[in-house]
């Protein structure tokens, strides 16, 4: 299996400021054929189911905010939040989705 | 616009078995796959398998190999997830996600998630 490995575990941002969040692969999701990172990451809020954010690592899902980016290529990814908002406290997830089973990394807590 | 509305709590014995459903609306049921993903209490995500609806085929994650049984209903436009042989760690939220319509396997709709709690 892929293992997921997100860094840090939880990450507190001020308001406004930049938050990164890093993903690593234990192996590479880039598929060499169509040259595309098989990563998607979501956001997940308590009591409520994940939200699609970023898939192929760097296409924003239609309606997330344009200071949601996502980045990197092969075993090491990243997704940052330009801009923190407080709507943004959550979890975040990255999920591979190159080989079965589709596994996750242990999540990203997000606080102010 | 898409929904995906599961069944309600469960509470069952060490053992027993447990079914879930997942009804979705909104779209064309058997041109999406549907993936059923869990989490535990406080913990991360847990990807179970994916079942396509047009015909059917399911993969499962290994893990779960052998007491999982993904099945749909194309009259009902309605995905289920048979889960055997409860232990308490399978205590848990239990999503399913519609997969996207594009090349890759990620999930683009979730429902709102049945928790099954397993306690003697």
């Known amino acids: 299996d892929i293992v997921m490995t997100q860094s840090p575990d939880s990450l507190a941002v001020s308001l406004g400021e930049r938050a990164t969040i890093n993903c690593k692969s234990s192996?590479?999701?880039?598929?060499?054929?169509?040259?595309?990172?098989?990563l998607a990451w979501y956001q997940q809020k308590p009591g409520q189911p994940p939200k699609l954010l970023i898939y192929w690592a760097s296409t924003r899902e239609s309606g997330v905010p344009d200071r949601f980016s996502g980045s990197g290529s092969g075993t090491d990814f990243t997704l940052t939040i330009s801009s923190l908002q407080a709507e943004d406290v959550a979890v975040y997830y990255c999920q591979q989705y190159y080989a079965t089973p589709y596994t996750f990394g242990q999540g990203t807590k997000l606080e102010i | 616009q898409v929904q995906l509305v599961q069944s309600g709590a469960e509470v069952k014995k060490p053992g027993a078995s447990v079914r879930l459903s997942c009804k979705a609306s909104g779209y064309t049921f058997i041109t999406y796959k549907m993936h059923w993903v869990r989490q535990a209490p406080g913990q991360g995500l847990e990807w179970m398998g994916i079942?396509?609806?047009?015909?059917?085929?399911?993969a499962y994650a290994r893990k779960f190999q052998g007491r999982v049984t993904m099945t749909r209903d194309t009259s009902t436009s309605t995905v289920y997830m048979e889960l055997n042989s409860l232990r308490s760690e399978d205590t848990a939220v239990y999503y399913c996600g519609r997969d996207s319509l594009d090349d890759g396997d990620y999930g683009d709709y979730w429902g709102q998630g049945t928790l099954v709690t397993v306690s003697s």
């Open positions: 079942i396509d609806p047009s015909g059917g085929i399911t």
């Open positions: 192996q590479s999701v880039l598929y060499n054929s169509n040259n595309k990172n098989y």
